[in-house]
T-cell receptor, first 111, second 115 residues
Framework: DAKTTQPTSMDCAEGRAANLPCNHS???????VYWYRQIHSQGPQYIIH???NNETNEMASLIITEDRKSSTLILPHATLRDTAVYYC????????????FGAGTILRVKS | GAVVSQHPSRVICKSGTSVKIECRSL??????MFWYRQFPKQSLMLMAT?????????EQGVEKDKFLINHASLTLSTLTVTSAHPEDSSFYIC???????????FGPGTRLLVL
């Protein structure tokens, strides 16, 4: 599985957009980019995933560069409840495929 | 939809005893579930892949005789920590994916404390 590199931590002002970067320079052509987050003492929560096109859902937007070597998760209007560890994971989109978690980015949303 | 539950949420046990943790997919079927362990201030570490009706696949370094996994139905997988020791104290999390879908959904986790 391709590995990812994320900043250790980031701060964001409440109400502003939070842009979380992820590098995945060794991603293969059929691997997807997944984003999960984990709020303290809870199980991870699925946010979004994509292959090469930009994706948007009710939680966030995912921007993937044309060469697919990096991506950015965007939380358009961060709230205090978005404070969490955000994990960027690459993997095959097939049933039963395991997810390998890295260290993630600690996002602190401050008022 | 896509709700995964775990029971218990917290458990305290004495060293040497066994503890069973249940993982249920409440509104979907899952032929594959995963078990993770997370120590304080660390990331999730995959322990094993649980397959309905067959033996689990364990990650390197995980003792299969210590962490017994049973996936008896399409909605239930159990993890039994046998002869627990204080170093087994951790946050245990399961995940499941819907049949024909690929996105995994995670349970809320079980915090185990072995005294």
């Amino acid at each position: 599985d391709a590995k990812t590199t994320q900043p250790t931590s980031m701060d964001c002002a409440e109400g502003r957009a939070a842009n979380l970067p992820c590098n995945h320079s060794t991603i293969s052509g059929n691997e997807y980019v997944y984003w999960y987050r984990q709020i303290h003492s809870q199980g991870p929560q699925y946010i979004i995933h994509g292959l090469k096109n930009n994706e948007t859902n009710e939680m966030a937007s995912l921007i993937i560069t044309e060469d697919r070597k990096s991506s950015t998760l965007i939380l358009p209007h961060a709230t205090l409840r978005d404070t969490a560890v955000y994990y960027c994971i690459v993997g095959l989109m097939e049933y039963g495929n395991k997810l390998v978690f890295g260290a993630g980015t600690i996002l602190r949303v401050k008022s | 939809g896509a709700v995964v539950s775990q029971h218990p949420s917290r458990v305290i046990c004495k060293s040497g005893t066994s503890v069973k943790i249940e993982c249920r997919s409440l509104d979907f079927q899952a032929t594959t579930m995963f078990w993770y362990r997370q120590f304080p201030k660390q990331s999730l570490m995959l322990m094993a892949t649980s397959n309905e009706g067959s033996k689990a696949t364990y990650e390197q370094g995980v003792e299969k005789d210590k962490f017994l996994i049973n996936h008896a139905s399409l909605t239930l997988s159990t993890l039994t920590v046998t002869s627990a020791h204080p170093e087994d104290s951790s946050f245990y999390i399961c995940s499941a994916a819907r049949v024909s879908r690929e996105t995994q959904y995670f349970g809320p986790g079980t915090r185990l404390l072995v005294l």
